[in-house]
């Protein structure tokens, strides 16, 4: 997938927990963890807002866009 997830990478950075950040935004530890590792194809505006205010952050802290060998071609 083109779309890579830096939440790990931010939450490391802020000294943040999962259980943490999954308290301040509202949404299920086992659901934050599953778009930590890149385990989901979709993420609603509204929680990527919470992700963002919680981490003080962007929305291109989190997320990344990287052309495939096909597009580059």
Sequence with gaps: MPIILRLD???ADRKMSLKELSEKVGVANV???K???GHVSAIR???LEAICEAL???PG???EYRKTEEETS
Aim: contains cysteine; proline residues 0%.
């Design 35 to 37: 778009l930590k590792n």
């Design 61 to 63: 802290d989190i997320l």
């Design 31 to 33: 659901n934050l963890s």
């Design 9 to 11: 990478r931010v939450m």
């Design 56 to 58: 003080d952050c962007q």
């Design 45 to 47: 505006f509204s929680t």
